[in-house]
């Protein structure tokens, strides 16, 4: 299937800081996610992208989708501790069904420093 | 409008018992998926249903099983259970049609088998 690798798989920031992470794919999507989850919780969706090159933002969170469509980015501004978390992208596999069937990334662990 | 809930957060078995999860979407959600969640494989797609029928499944052995009810809610099983099973079992529900992709998510089931 899909691999989605996320880069890097943990960062450690200082709160006020931004923060970037990315997402790439070794085939190409449609539709890219992010998702942040937090421990004993499941997945907030907390952008949807539709178009390569498309530029959406969610309050401090703002996501992009690759002109080559095999890779996303996320950004957080002045992160907060709340930003702690796991956030992962997903991209939906094509089966031309309608059905429904999302490959997660590997995940970025954030810890914000107060 | 209330979110995906999952019964019950937590569960322990004993391997070779069988184990039923139960998930009801956001009203209107005639999409529901299924995901298992561990620390080593990560987020992985189990199996779709829509209008009770199962749309799309993932690569997991036939010990796992679901259904869908016509009130759109639904129900996974695993039968035979053994200690790999143990995992956070997620839920999501979506709208069918253009964002369909946009899943949201239930807070899980934790499986511990024993």
């Known amino acids: 299937g899909q691999q989605l690798n996320q880069s890097p798989q943990s960062m450690f920031i200082q709160e006020g800081e931004d923060v970037s992470m990315n997402c790439t794919s070794s085939?190409?999507?449609?539709?890219w996610l992010w998702y942040k989850q937090d421990p004993g919780e499941g997945p907030v969706l907390l952008i949807a992208?539709?178009?390569?090159?498309e530029l959406t933002s969610n309050g401090r969170l703002t996501a992009q989708f690759g002109i080559t469509r095999k890779d996303s980015f996320l950004n957080i501004s002045a992160s907060i501790p709340s930003d702690v978390g796991i956030y992962f992208c997903?991209?939906?596999?094509?089966?031309?069904?309608?059905?429904?069937?999302?490959?997660f990334g590997t995940g970025t662990r954030l810890t914000v420093i107060p | 409008k209330a979110g995906v809930t999952q019964t019950p957060r937590y569960l322990i078995k004993t391997r070779g018992q069988q184990v039923t999860l139960s998930c009801s979407p956001i009203?209107?959600?005639?999409?529901v998926s299924w995901y298992q969640q561990t620390p080593g494989q990560g987020l992985q797609f189990l199996f779709e249903?829509?209008?009770?029928?199962?749309?799309n499944k993932g690569n997991f052995p036939g010990r796992f099983s679901g259904r869908q009810f016509s009130n759109s809610r639904s129900e996974m099983n695993v039968s035979t259970l053994e200690l790999g099973d143990s995992a956070l079992y997620l839920c999501?529900?979506?709208?069918?049609?253009?964002?369909?992709?946009?899943?949201?998510f239930g807070p899980g089931t934790r499986l511990t088998v024993t």
């Open positions: 997903a991209g939906p596999a094509v089966l031309g069904t309608g059905a429904n069937n999302l490959f």
């Open positions: 992208l539709y178009k390569a090159g």
């Open positions: 999501a529900s979506s709208l069918d049609g253009l964002t369909a992709y946009e899943q949201y």
């Open positions: 009203s209107g959600h005639r999409s």
């Open positions: 249903y829509f209008s009770e029928t199962q749309r």
């Open positions: 085939s190409i999507f449609n539709t």
